[in-house]
């Protein structure tokens, strides 16, 4: 196992969301509709990118003027990182489509 999980949650550290056919802020948005988004960790060695599904009652996307392209989104979800338990959550500008993110442990899940 890595550390990685570890490091990720060591605090805010930039994120983006990466376009894999052009309009980045379309895809995000598109993404978020079907309630499974990536982030993109872009301090890591060669970037990691991390998908999983919305936690909709965790993110926050009240921020987001899609039409204008301003604002911001709040994206949260649990995922497994090298085996660890933990929740992503990601703010992303949308006139970027980049932000901040972090890892959050879920070591009461990792009980269960």
């Known amino acids: ?3 990685l999980p570890t490091r990720l949650s060591q605090g ?4 983006t969301y ?20 990536h982030v993109l960790f872009t301090e890591t060695q060669g970037g990691t ?33 090298d085996g660890v ?6 703010e992303i500008d949308l006139a970027s489509v980049e932000g901040v993110g972090r890892l959050e442990p879920r070591e009461a899940d990792a009980a269960a």
């Open 18 to 37: 990466r376009a894999r056919r052009g309009d980045a802020r379309a895809e995000l948005k598109e993404a978020i509709e079907r309630k499974y988004v």
């Open 12 to 15: 805010n550290t930039k994120v």
């Open 85 to 90: 338990p933990v929740r992503c959550v990601a």
């Open 49 to 81: 990118e991390l998908g999983f599904p919305l936690d909709e009652a965790r993110s926050d996307l009240t921020g987001a003027d899609w039409e204008r392209g301003e604002g911001t989104v709040r994206l949260a979800g649990d995922l497994k990182l």
């Open 1 to 3: 196992m890595t550390d």
